[in-house]
């Protein structure tokens, strides 16, 4: 017969097996939610633009959000809407890496002359 010393001790184990195993499947979901942000960050700044600007009389260059070679905070973020105005400003040039204005032209097409795009953004 066991004695209840040894039923407790074998509880005991048992739930410390039970312990480890529950810890070993946070630290999976923990690194599981860190990927998936880590994810939607890249995705988020895919269709996203980044505006680095230039120093002195220096170009400023228009980035997609994405591009490897913006060297500015990746908190900032432009919209299409934001983009088209950079761009149209004096000074400020397309990355010729990223190539960023393939991502500004309209769903279908490049925009019609003088006509509004879907934003309201008429193009000079």
């Known amino acids: 017969m066991t004695s209840d010393l040894e ?3 074998a509880l005991a184990a048992w739930l410390e097996y039970q312990l480890k195993l529950t810890r070993e499947r946070i ?5 599981q ?3 998936q942000l880590r ?3 890249r995705a988020r700044a895919e269709q996203a633009w980044a505006l680095q600007p230039g120093r002195s009389a220096a170009i400023s260059l228009l980035h997609r959000g994405g591009c490897t ?4 905070s990746h908190n900032g973020y432009l ?3 934001q983009a088209l105005l950079a761009l149209a ?3 400020v040039e397309p990355c010729q890496i990223c190539r960023p204005q393939t991502g500004l032209t309209a ?4 925009p019609r002359d003088g006509q509004p795009d879907d934003d309201g953004f008429t193009p000079a």
């Open 7 to 9: 039923k407790n001790r």
């Open 33 to 35: 939610e860190d990927q």
């Open 69 to 72: 070679l913006y060297k500015g």
């Open 107 to 110: 769903p279908d097409g490049p």
């Open 39 to 41: 994810a939607r960050q």
């Open 89 to 91: 400003e004096p000074g």
């Open 79 to 81: 919209d299409r809407h």
């Open 27 to 31: 630290r999976e979901l923990a690194a």
